[in-house]
Nanobody
């Protein structure tokens, strides 16, 4: 059974930093693309960042480009999101997601496995 467990969320002041982590288990993920999505209250889930199977390709939403960095561990079953210069509009539940395929996708419907989410709150 595939499990994704996120950690690292919390409360931070605007301008601060947080690092989210996700550990995936239950199968081999070395050929899988992985990503982060977020959902704010009253809004739809939105794409944040994604990384290809090798870690060589990364993509970011325009809203986080230059502030967030996605990376994955050598074992390919861990995923991190370094978030700097946080803004109140970054407040959301952040979800780790994995595809069964190697290619990156911006669409949440194309991800097969999801974590339970971790809350990030940025105060002004």
């Amino acid at each position: 059974q595939v499990q994704l467990v996120e950690s690292g969320g919390g409360l931070v002041q605007a301008g601060g930093s947080l690092r989210l982590s996700c550990v995936a288990s239950g199968r081999t993920f070395s050929s899988s693309a992985m990503g982060w999505f977020r959902q704010a209250p009253g809004k739809e889930r939105e794409f944040v960042a994604a990384i290809g199977w090798s870690g060589g390709s990364t993509y970011y939403a325009d809203s986080v480009k230059g502030r967030f960095t996605i990376s994955r561990g050598n074992a390919k079953n861990t995923l991190d999101l370094q978030m700097n210069s946080l803004k109140p509009e970054d407040t959301a539940v952040y979800y780790c997601a994995v595809r069964r395929y190697y290619s990156i996708s911006y669409y949440s419907s194309e991800y097969d496995y999801w974590g339970q989410g971790t809350q990030v709150t940025v105060s002004s």
